[in-house]
């Protein structure tokens, strides 16, 4: 069975750009879930989303959006790219709304310059 | 605040020795995971732990869930190359569990 699939691996782009990072879960998961990971930090929780409704979100601005689709597959969009948005970003999936913890992804590697 | 706190922060040990770090909460919290990241890769759950006092083990893994709900910590026993890495732990941000707090993590550098 495939893991969690993301795409794509790796992507530079100019600071005002807007960026579209895109997540397949593990086959059955209907929780999603977006972590940005600073480099030398761990991650931070970014949304959750679980059968397609929003079910959580951190502390990002209003910049950072995201959605699931009715396959369960999900996008993290952010608009007005800043430097410091430069960070490895993760989805990870869940069976069961994330309670038990999620499998991860191996992330999209953003840079802004 | 929702912040945890990891040590040690980075440790370098022989092959074959003993390995414990640990994660404190100001918060109590009814959920611990333990993951571990490669370079270039996304975190691994090693350990989920629910209960207080619980310990709970993963091969030569082992981790315990604080009788205050405020820690936990993990202990690698005859550690290998392959245990190189950053280990992250993490707790629930609410009590549903749905959603996880990162600690900054435990660098492992294992020296043949």
């Known amino acids: 069975d495939a893991g969690v699939t993301q795409s794509p691996t790796h992507l530079i782009k100019t600071r005002g750009q807007h960026v579209t990072l895109r997540c397949s879960p593990i086959?059955?998961?209907?929780?999603v879930s977006w972590y940005q990971q600073v480099l030398g930090q761990g991650p931070q929780f970014i949304f959750q989303?679980?059968?397609?409704?929003?079910?959580g979100r951190g502390n990002f601005p209003d910049r950072f959006s995201a959605r699931q689709f009715p396959n369960y597959s999900s996008e993290l969009n952010v608009n007005a790219l800043l430097l410091g948005d430069s960070a490895l970003y993760l989805c990870?999936?869940?069976?069961?709304?994330?309670?038990?913890?999620?499998?991860f992804g191996s992330g999209t590697r953003l840079t802004v310059v | 605040g929702q912040q945890l706190n990891q040590s040690p922060q980075s440790m370098f040990i022989q092959e074959g020795e003993d390995v414990s770090m640990n994660c404190t909460s100001s918060s109590i919290f009814n959920t611990w995971l333990w993951y571990k990241q490669d370079p270039g890769e996304g975190p691994v759950l090693l350990i989920a732990?629910?209960?207080?006092?619980e310990l709970t083990s993963n091969g030569r893994l082992t981790a315990q869930f604080g009788i205050t709900r405020k820690d936990s910590f993990l202990n690698i026993s005859a550690s290998i190359p392959s245990d190189v890495g950053i280990y992250f732990c993490a707790r629930a941000r609410d009590n549903y569990g749905q959603n996880f707090v990162f600690g900054p993590g435990t660098r492992l550098s294992v020296l043949p």
């Open positions: 990870a999936s869940s069976a069961q709304g994330g309670i038990g913890g999620y499998t």
């Open positions: 086959s059955g998961h209907k929780s």
């Open positions: 732990l629910y209960k207080a006092g």
């Open positions: 989303y679980y059968e397609k409704e929003e079910r």
